[in-house]
Structures are given as structure tokens and as C-alpha cells.
């Protein structure tokens, strides 16, 4: 079970450390020359030389090892500068597996020939199923049955018992991909981003367009006109749609009290129909959804249940890993649904938020309002983000918007920016948390400026850090030892 360690200031913040291993040595992906020269001296010297040559060069550098008890000195040795640990079970596939050169198509691939009706960033597309090129230390699970998908589950749980006994209030780190077939978390986002755009559509109705999206607010009224004139449903149907606790005082609806709508929508027995935006045809919404689906989404929820259950008993909080932004939504709904039930108290589980994407600021404002309706404790971890070139390269080939910020400042203004509200919302709530998990030395200078202007003071342990092991020391002891960088 090949783990990766990261650290943490036991009274200040968790510092990342690690370069991902693969199952049996290290995966060094957007180096595709070195993994090339990697493999043909894993075949010249064969496996239990190679191994042995490995963990006497950048191995034993960045990888904390390959099993609980050969991480404990390196965690031994880094708890004793202020520096604990992130166990993060690392296996690295996507919608395809690739062995020997050759690659084989998943059954949910073939499930999806001829849809041609899907969203195309939310589709399986053979040509970008495997995404080792361009990506950095970045994992995605090859689904091949639920069987797997426990066996993913029993080790992390396994992981989760080993954060426990390495350092006080440590982390550990969990894919989504690992835990529910892929092309289910492809077609879940597919369904949870149609139902957005569907409100964005009918706000720029009501003239609203260009607000904030927390800011739209849909008058009930007219929205009950609109979907009985589009034929969805009957204004005398719709109004068991707004019969909620939330919904029955207010005259509007903002998009937050329109994802809690899809919960109830779909409870109805008439299919749920929306307005296909190239055709103007209504289409079911969700028409990719069977009985199997729903158990996929049962299943996945339960996996991730049954490791909520284990960090909470344990003292552990639990990290959900950003994924591509095909994944992406749906990861972050099972998230959201997951914290609902387990940060009543305090931040449990962790959300990660990629601020290379353009509505990187739009999905942590909306989540952050969501917990302060609800009343559980917000927890993220904000990374800039792993997919960059393959997401572009995707985007440019299938004919949609790239995702991307258009330029690195752009990426480290979103980053600050959603930092900073994050913090304010610590500042005044005190129920968030953010792991800021970045090399950048100016974002740290950033984050550790505004703590103290803000009165966030490191023995709260509201803020953390993060930084991959071996990769920037500069920061990490200082900040685990509690000095000021240079």
C-alpha cells in the first residue's frame, strides 16, 4: 500500500509533503522521457533491483514509503520540526486503463456511444480518457466493479488509521474516482450542470444577467409562468416544488434554493423536463439516469459515510481531492451532501477547490453560503490546480469554453481572492477552515499578513498549509517551527 506523507505544524498548520508513487516506485507524470527511461530500467535490472536503486535516488527524496511502517521515521523526524502528515493512497488511471502500450475501453464507454445529446465537457471522449501527459502529481481511479471500489475504500480506511497514529489532528486524503465508477460522476455532473444552467438562463430572463451568481434571485411567480409556458410543468405542479421549509416564506429563489429543488423534483413521478439549449426541445434531465445510477449514487455515499464515520472516531479530517472538471461537479455535490452530515461540530471532511477554473470564486461563495444556511462548518483545501493542459487540449478539440483562467496572474488573483474570503468568512464565524496548500512563497506571505490582521491566530487551527514533500522545504520548516519567512 504505497503512501504519500504529507505534514503539518501540530499548532499552526498542516505543511504537504510528497511526490505521488505509483504502485510499485515513483510516477513522475508530464516527464513522459524520464518514465519512458524509468521503464526500460525497470525491465533491464528488473523489479526488486530497480526498487532498491530507486529508493537510493529522487525516491527517497520526495516518496514517504511504501507501507505504514516505513513512513513512521520520516514522520517521526518531521513531527519533531512542527511537521505532520497528509496519507494519500496513490494509484493513477482514468476513464481507461492502459497496460503494456495498449489501452482497453471501459463497458460505461461503450454505454455511451451515440449520445450524442450529451453536454461535451461532460461526456467520456476516447481520445482524453487517459490524462498522464501534462498532468503533475495529479490520480484518477479505472473503475472496474464495486468490489474494487471497497477494496479502494478499505484502504484508505487503512490510511486513515495510519494518519491517526502519526501526528495530532492529521489529514488524509481521498479520490472520489476511487469510490463510484467514473462515468457515473461524469453523467451526475452532466445532470447538476444543466439544472444550473437552466436558472442561469431563466435569471437572464428576469434581466439579471451579469450579477453575481448569488445575487440572482428568481421571482417565484414568474418562474412558476416560465415552466408552465415551456410545458415542464403546470403552475398547480410547480407549487409543490416551493413547499419547502425554505421556499414557503420567500417570493424568490436563488440558485442555492434551486439545487435543493432538484433533490425534491426528482422524487416526483412525472420525468423532469428541461429545455435543451441548442434544439429549444424539452429533453429529460435526467435521461442517463437508471436504477443502477441510483445505486451507484447510494453506494458512493455510503463508502464515504463508512470513512466520515472512521476520521471522526479517529481524529482525522478528511480531504476530497479535486479531479477534472468533468468529475468535478458531481465530486463536489457527494462532498457538500457528506459535510451536511458530519462538520456539524467542526470541519471533518474538506472540500477541494481548483482556482485555475473560471468559477473556481462562484462555487466557494455558494457553498460557503450554503453551510451558514445550514449551519455545519465549512472546510476546503485550495489548490490552483493539476489538469491544465489536458483540460485546454480537451476544451479546443470537443468545441467548448475552456475552463482555465487565461493566464497565471488571473489564476493567483482567484486564488487570493477566494483565500480571503474564506478567511473573512473564519474572521467572523469562526466555522471554516482552509488548508492553503501552495508552493508559492507570496501566497503564504499573503495568507499569514491576513491572519494577523484579521485576528486569526495559528492556535485556533483554522488555517493550514501544504506544501509536496521534498519540493519546498524554504516554507515548510519555517512555518512548522513558527518562523517568519524571509
Not at 508559492?440 to 491572519?451: H, Q, Y
Amino acid at each position: 500500500m504505497p503512501l504519500r506523507a504529507e505534514g503539518f505544524s501540530l499548532q499552526e498548520v498542516p505543511i504537504s509533503v510528497g511526490l505521488r508513487p505509483g504502485p510499485k516506485g515513483l510516477s513522475l507524470w508530464g516527464m513522459p522521457n524520464l518514465c519512458r527511461l524509468l521503464q526500460l530500467c525497470q525491465r533491464v535490472l528488473g523489479q526488486a533491483l530497480f526498487e532498491r536503486l530507486m529508493k537510493m535516488t529522487f525516491y527517497g527524496q520526495f516518496v514517504a514509503g511504501e507501507d505504514q511502517e516505513a513512513i513512521k521515521p520520516l514522520l517521526r523526524r518531521n513531527q519533531a520540526f512542527g511537521v505532520g502528515a497528509v496519507l494519500d493512497y496513490s494509484v493513477e488511471e482514468d476513464l481507461r486503463e492502459r497496460r503494456d502500450g495498449r489501452s482497453r475501453t471501459s463497458a460505461a464507454e461503450k454505454e455511451m456511444g451515440g449520445a450524442e445529446q450529451k453536454q461535451k465537457q461532460y461526456q467520456a471522449h476516447q481520445g482524453f480518457e487517459d490524462h498522464h501527459g501534462g498532468v503533475a502529481g495529479a490520480h484518477t481511479y479505472f473503475y472496474t466493479d464495486e468490489a474494487k471500489c471497497d477494496q479502494h475504500m478499505e484502504t484508505f480506511l487503512r490510511c486513515i488509521d495510519a494518519s491517526s497514529g502519526s501526528s495530532e489532528d492529521g489529514f488524509s486524503a481521498i479520490k472520489l474516482t476511487a469510490l463510484a465508477r467514473p462515468q457515473f460522476l461524469v453523467w451526475f455532473s452532466e445532470v447538476l450542470v444543466k439544472w444550473r444552467r437552466f436558472f442561469l438562463q431563466m435569471a437572464a430572463e428576469q434581466g439579471q444577467a451579469g450579477r453575481a451568481v448569488l445575487e440572482m434571485k428568481l421571482e417565484v411567480e414568474k418562474l412558476q409562468e416560465t415552466l408552465a409556458n415551456l410545458g415542464i410543468v403546470t403552475k398547480a405542479e410547480s407549487q409543490e416544488w416551493f413547499m419547502g421549509e425554505s421556499l414557503g416564506t420567500s417570493s424568490t429563489v436563488d440558485l442555492l434554493d434551486w439545487n435543493s429543488l432538484l433533490d425534491s423534483c426528482t422524487k416526483i413521478s412525472k420525468p423532469l423536463l428541461i429545455p435543451n439549449r441548442q434544439t429549444g426541445q424539452l429533453e429529460p434531465l435526467l435521461s442517463c439516469f437508471s436504477e443502477e445510477e441510483d445505486l451507484q449514487m447510494k453506494r458512493v455515499l455510503q463508502r464515504m459515510d463508512v470513512l466520515a464515520k472512521r476520521a471522526m472516531e479517529k481524529g482525522v479530517r478528511l480531504m476530497v481531492d479535486a479531479e477534472q472538471s468533468y468529475f468535478q461537479p458531481a465530486i463536489s455535490r457527494l462532498t457538500v451532501e457528506t459535510q451536511r452530515r458530519f462538520n456539524r461540530n467542526q470541519a471533518i471532511i474538506f472540500n477541494t477547490y481548483q482556482c485555475y477554473l473560471r468559477e473556481a470564486y462562484d462555487n466557494v461563495t455558494g457553498d460557503v453560503e450554503l453551510s451558514r444556511r445550514e449551519g455545519w462548518h465549512f472546510g476546503t483545501k485550495l489548490v490552483r490546480g493539476a489538469y491544465m493542459e489536458q483540460e485546454r487540449e480537451r476544451a479546443a478539440q470537443l468545441g467548448y469554453e475552456d475552463p482555465i483562467n487565461p493566464t497565471y496572474e488571473k489564476t493567483n488573483e482567484m486564488y487570493h481572492r477566494c483565500l480571503d474570503y474564506v478567511l473573512e468568512e473564519i474572521k467572523h464565524r469562526r466555522k471554516a477552515s482552509v488548508m492553503v496548500a501552495s508552493h508559492n512563497e507570496d501566497t503564504v506571505k499573503f495568507t499569514l499578513r491576513r491572519m494577523m490582521e484579521l485576528g486569526i491566530h495559528p492556535s485556533e487551527k483554522k488555517v493550514c498549509f501544504g506544501q509536496l514533500l521534498g519540493m519546498c522545504d524554504q516554507i515548510t520548516f519555517p512555518l512548522g517551527r513558527h518562523q517568519p519567512l524571509a
